[in-house]
Structure formats: C-alpha cells, structure tokens
C-alpha cells in the first residue's frame, strides 16, 4: 500500500467502483462494492467510501482521490456543473470539485461534459471512458468513433485526440422499457436466459432496421415483433434478441443518418463496455456496413489517471 499514489473511483448510480494506483499509472487493485447513488441512505456517500477503501485512505493520507460518474450530479455527492465541450480536456480538469471525505480528505468530483446546440447533450462519467481509451491507444487518429453502448449509449467523435461532438440513445432503457411494461413483452416466456445469444434473431432485427420497412421508424417496426410472433414467424424465445437487434439497428441508423459526416474518410472504430454488449454492436456496425470494430474493456480506470495528471494532482 506505500506504493499508492492516486485512489480513483467510478461511482455510479448502482455500484462503485475503486482503483489503487501506483506511480506509473497501474492499477495494483481495484475493489467494488453495491454502494451506487440507489443504495445509500442520505449523506451516506463518505461512509461507503470509508468501508470500502477505509486501510488505503489509512496508508497513504497524501494520496489524492479522484471521482467521476453520477457522484457529482444532483443525485450525488455534490452537484458538480458541467465542463463546456469546446474546452477540451483543460475544462475537464479545470472543473473538478473537492468535495469533504472521511475524516476532512478531500474528493475530487469530476464535472462531465455538455455540448450546447437546439438539443443539448450531457454525459458524466462517459466523458472518463473517452480519456481511459484515448490514454490506451494514444490521439493520433484523424478520424475515431468511440461507441459507449449502454442504457444511455453514447457515441463520440475525435479528430486527433480532441472530442469534436457527441450524441446519445436511450437504447438500453427503451429496451428494458419496451419488455417489461408494454404488450411486447407478454409473451416472452416466463424465465428466459438473457445471458443467451440467439444471433440469427439478432439479425433479423438489423436487417429490418436497415430495410424500407425501417423508414416506418421504430414505433412502427416495434410491433413487428408481436405480429411475427402471433404468426409464427418468430419463436418466443428469438423475441429478446430480434427485439435486440431491431432497436440496435434503429440507433445506428440514426447515427448513420444524423451523426456521422458525408465528407470524411470512415473512421477508427472503438466499442467501450461489456464485452457482451460490446459483442452485439460488433456484430451490428459489420453487418451495417459500418466496419469492424476494436473492443476495448472498460477504460474508466485509464481515464481517471488521465484526468487526475491534467488537472496536476499527481505529485512527482
């Protein structure tokens, strides 16, 4: 534990995540814990901090701490204001805010991202994902799309190493939306094994998406999969993943659509999250014509350490 250097924490809405760091940026341990901002009572926040990382804040009182995520909503810990878009990884750094740990030790919450326009975007804690992958595969790249697939998924756009713009979808909450408090999802069959692929179903989703049926858009294509059902053209059990794949389809659609420029080269492909989501949108941006895809593992980690050097709270 001497050779600690930076605690980082990923805390979200349901768990929280702890790193150790030592000097060169590596993670000698990560620990986790169920206390997300939905399973504390109030002002509980310093209390799961000390149960969980209680012997390393004891080993290294120096060390700073530094915490992205939904901890610095308002929701969370203390409501930190969002860093401008157009001012880079400064603003990010610049933005933080120390809040009171165990025992007085400051925590440093980060500030996440807004980009202004008619439909404004936010992300926090997404915006620590982006540094984590752009610290692993450095910021060379003229073009890279960086696909965070999530509840909320979000899609980012650099052009050598500085977020251009970003754009979300609520395809995970739609989804778990759509099966569990609408007709869809009545006859799903009691039990289902979500951990289970059924690709060819996951493809036929794509596929309607991606055919002039789509153009009806998606609350009408979302029907489909009770009407293939009621005439048996689709199982019960390849309801999830047709279901899957249909509103996977649709968000890439739109970004195809909405987000992606006409008049540039395609650009370096990276999907950031569970290897099994990340898995499925693989799958999806080839068969959509998009490319081939790297699968990165969550870089929150790489991100935190990242932000923590721009913002000078690493000591030689």
């Avoid at 915490?67 to 810990?77: H, I, R």
């Avoid at 979500?194 to 609350?219: H, I, M, N, Y």
């Avoid at 999969?225 to 689709?234: D, E, K, P, V, Y």
Wanted: overall charge neutral; charged content about 15%; some cysteine.
């Amino acid at each position: 534990m001497s050779e600690i250097r930076l605690l980082g924490l990923d805390w979200g809405t349901s768990a929280l995540r702890a790193y150790a760091y030592d000097g060169q940026g590596r993670a000698l341990e990560s620990r986790h814990s169920a206390h997300g901002l939905m399973n504390l009572p109030p002002g509980g926040f310093a209390q799961a901090l000390q149960q969980l990382c209680g012997d390393w804040l004891a080993a290294r009182p120096d060390a700073p701490v530094l915490a992205c995520g939904m901890v610095g909503s308002a929701q969370g810990w203390a409501e930190v204001p969002y860093a401008e878009l157009d001012g880079g990884e400064a603003a990010l750094a610049a933005g933080l805010r120390p809040v009171s740990g165990p025992g007085g030790r400051p925590v440093h919450l980060a500030p996440g991202l807004i980009q202004r326009g008619d439909l404004p975007e936010v992300m926090r804690g997404e915006e620590t994902q982006v540094l984590g992958v752009l610290q692993t595969l450095g910021a060379d790249d003229e073009s890279l799309l960086i696909g965070l697939p999530g509840t909320h998924s979000k899609w980012v756009w650099v052009r050598r190493g500085v977020v251009q713009r970003f754009c979300s979808f609520m395809t995970g909450e739609i989804f778990a939306a759509l099966r569990g408090h609408t007709i869809l999802g009545r006859t799903l069959p009691a039990g289902h094994d979500a951990s289970t692929f059924d690709a060819p179903a996951f493809e036929r989703g794509l596929a309607v998406a991606a055919q002039p049926a789509g153009r009806l858009g998606l609350l009408s294509n979302a029907f489909s999969m009770r009407s293939l059902f009621l005439t048996g053209a689709l199982a019960a059990e390849a309801q999830f993943d047709y279901l899957s794949g249909l509103l996977i389809g649709h968000e890439l659609a739109g970004l195809q659509a909405g987000f992606l420029p006409a008049d540039t080269p395609p650009p370096r492909l990276v999907l950031c999250g569970s290897d099994a989501l990340c898995e499925r949108y693989a799958l999806a941006l080839r068969q959509q014509g998009l490319g081939r895809a790297e699968l990165l593992p969550q870089a929150t980690a790489a991100g935190l350490w990242r932000l923590a050097g721009r913002a000078g709270l690493l000591k030689p």
